[in-house]
Each structure stands twice: as C-alpha cells, then as structure tokens.
C-alpha cells in the first residue's frame, strides 16, 4: 500500500515562492512516475508536472520556468519547487502516482 501525505502550502503574496513537500511510504519501488495535480475552486483537477525515475520532467505550459519537480530518492519525497507565484496559482495542490493513488492535497493560495 502506498501513501503520500503532502506538506508546504499557504498564504503567499504574487511575485512570491513556496515549496510543496510529498512524502512517499510504502511499496515505493512499483512506483515510475509521480506528479503534482492542482484544483482551483470550481475547476477540474489539472495536471501541474510530472517526474519520472529517470529524472524526466514535464510540466504544464502556465507554470514553464517558474516550477519545478524534483525527488529525493534517498527520502523517499517528491518536491514543487514554486516561484513567481500568481494569483491564477491559487488551489489545492496533490501529488499522486501512476498508479492512481494520491494524498489529500495542501491549500496555496496566493494573494496580496
């Protein structure tokens, strides 16, 4: 059984950064890919970035050279390293895996 638990949300002002934490237990190794999914209030729950074991990434085109995802395999934690923070950035923000489970999200919200 796999959990991902999430950490690292909150209130920050437009222009600004936060890091999100994902912190993997569990039969980690069935694991290939992880992601981080957001949704705003009223929205669907969209795909943000992914990372695979290998180290490839992708990202949706609004967050391009502003996030980034990343791993620490010796932690067993994936990391959404955000900067320039808009208020449009504003939800609740998942991670997940390929295999469908997810954790039960971190607010961000970013407003003056």
């Known amino acids: 059984q796999v959990q991902l638990v999430e950490s690292g949300g909150g209130l920050v002002q437009p222009g600004g950064s936060l890091r999100l934490s994902c912190a993997v237990s569990g039969s980690i190794s069935v694991i290939h890919v992880m992601g981080w999914y957001r949704q705003g209030p009223g929205d669907r729950r969209d795909m943000v970035a992914l990372?695979?074991?290998?180290?490839?990434?992708s990202y949706v085109d609004s967050v391009k050279g502003r996030f980034t995802i990343s791993r620490d395999s010796a932690k067993n934690t994936v990391y959404l390293q955000m900067n320039s923070l808009k208020p449009e950035d504003t939800a609740v923000y998942y991670c997940?895996?390929?295999?469908?489970?997810w954790g039960q999200g971190t607010q961000v919200t970013v407003s003056s």
């Open positions: 997940c895996d390929h295999l469908g489970h």
């Open positions: 990372i695979t074991n290998s180290g490839s990434t």
